[in-house]
């Protein structure tokens, strides 16, 4: 269901993600970003639009065009950090693990879903993990006390989505009495975690880098 919340949603992430990728072009550099959240979305894509394989009637073109987007932008994004600009990737701080977020996930997804088939299962594993997958950019954060000024943007852009998208599931409510509680829950947990990363980031103190990169390819 395309509404005015959810197009304009949509529009914030696609732009997010394309925004990303093109400031790591312009600043040959991707330092400040994190690969292990960069890995989490294109899971998350990637199980969540596992049935673009079906072709399923369903879709729209939008939806193909939006998922497909999705998918290739931040998988480029992924295998641009690790080969043109793997020098500037800060490996050092980096380092926390998914799989303290990827099995908790799908363990419950296991058991928390709508029906008990393949699709279903994956959506829920990635309504879920994409809650919680700015927590090892959050960390990241908290380890150099830097975060480049478009890279603020980015967070910006990326926090404005996901409100805009509850705002979304609290319309489509209102009118249709319709509700999703697993996504308007995952929803509303990473609309917290983007607040307390907002918060954060506006404590930092200005201060030069406190990391050096690694150099070793």
């Not at 931040?74 to 690790?82: F, G, N, P, S």
């Not at 509850?166 to 308007?184: E, M, N, S």
């Amino acid at each position: 269901m395309l509404t005015g919340y959810r197009l304009l949603a949509d529009s914030f992430h696609a732009f997010a993600i394309l925004y990303l990728l093109f400031n790591i072009w312009r600043t040959k550099s991707c330092f400040g970003v994190s690969g292990k959240t960069q890995i989490l979305y294109i899971t998350v894509f990637a199980t969540r639009y596992a049935d673009l394989v079906t072709f399923p009637a369903t879709y729209s073109l939008y939806n193909v065009m939006m998922k497909t987007l999705f998918i290739n932008v931040t998988l480029i994004t992924l295998l641009v950090m690790h080969t043109v600009y793997r020098k500037t990737y800060d490996r050092e701080n980096d380092t926390f693990y998914n799989e303290f977020l990827i099995l908790p996930c799908f363990v419950t997804a296991l058991f928390v879903n709508y029906r008990m088939e393949a699709f279903e299962i994956l959506w829920s594993f990635s309504i879920m993990l994409e809650a919680v997958a700015i927590l090892p950019q959050m960390d990241l954060i908290c380890k150099t006390f830097h975060v480049e000024p478009w890279f603020k943007c980015y967070l910006l852009l990326l926090g404005s989505y996901r409100a805009l998208y509850v705002l979304h599931w609290v319309d489509r409510y209102g009118q249709y009495g319709l509700y999703d509680p697993l996504a308007f829950i995952s929803g509303g947990i990473q609309t917290v975690l983007f607040v307390l990363l907002a918060i954060r980031i506006a404590t930092l103190k200005h201060r030069e880098r406190i990391v050096t990169v690694s150099t070793i390819c």
